[in-house]
T-cell receptor
Framework: DTAVSQTPKYLVTQMGNDKSIKCEQN?????MYWYKQDSKKFLKIMFS???????INETVPNRFSPKSPDKAHLNLHINSLELGDSAVYFC????????????FGPGTRLTVL | GENVEQHPSTLSVQEGDSAVIKCTYS??????FPWYKQELGKGPQLIID?????GEKKDQRIAVTLNKTAKHFSLHITETQPEDSAVYFC????????????FGSGTRLSIRP
């Protein structure tokens, strides 16, 4: 029944580790996104995929690599985690890019120690 | 690129009173303006949106107004209820296949009983 799901919900890890966050949507949407929300609640887009093709890639460090195995999944892999990566990461999806309702997942709270 | 400013950052109103949140945008090409509500521990959820071909839109207790000339838009919530307590985000986007939604910095709305 869940529209956009993310795993895990919480992720606590040491600096320097590599971690992945998974996202799946069952809405049949063509576009998926990754957002980062910092401690001040600023919500900033990181990546956007349309039909498995990368269309938006903000100025995000190369340590962040999104992967879309199919239209319904968009995973985020982070290498060499840093303290500043601590945030809540949201996955979202929409039928159209940019000018359509975006459906957000519940978020993954990443804490880097 | 687009820049969206949102005020106030926090707002406390008495239950039953009205709340108004204001946003300005910088790019005159923007033509889609959604508002999202984020409850504690959840992802943002669209509550209302407006496109540039209309000046006002209402949905029960929620209304949004748009002034394209001045490049500002506002969210109005009437007869506020405790469940309206949340963080509200305005956003702006262009009608383009590669466009992204730019979010404002958020307003934390608290409803006093």
């Amino acid at each position: 029944d869940t529209a956009v799901s993310q795993t895990p919900k919480y992720l606590v890890t040491q600096m320097g580790n590599d971690k992945s966050i998974k996202c799946e949507q069952n809405l049949g949407h063509d576009t998926m996104y990754w957002y980062k929300q910092d401690s001040k609640k600023f919500l900033k887009i990181m990546f956007s995929y349309n039909n498995k093709e990368l269309i938006i890639n903000e100025t995000v460090p190369n340590r962040f690599s999104p992967k879309s195995p199919d239209k319904a999944h968009l995973n985020l892999h982070i290498n060499s985690l840093e303290l500043g990566d601590s945030a809540v990461y949201f996955c979202a999806s929409s039928q159209l890019t940019g000018r359509d309702t975006q459906y957000f997942g519940p978020g993954t709270r990443l804490t880097v120690l | 690129g687009e820049n969206v400013e949102q005020h106030p950052s926090t707002l406390s109103v008495q239950e039953g009173d009205s709340a108004v949140i204001k946003c300005t945008y910088s790019d005159s090409a923007s033509n889609y303006f959604p508002w999202y509500k984020q409850e504690l521990g959840k992802g943002p959820q669209l509550i209302i949106d407006i496109r540039s071909n209309v000046g006002e839109k209402k949905d029960q207790r929620i209304a949004v107004t748009l002034n394209k000339t001045a490049k500002h838009f506002s969210l109005h919530i009437t007869e506020t209820q405790p469940e309206d307590s949340a963080v509200y985000f305005c956003a702006a986007s262009m009608d383009s296949s590669a466009s992204k939604i730019i979010f404002g910095s958020g307003t934390r709305l608290s409803i006093r009983p």
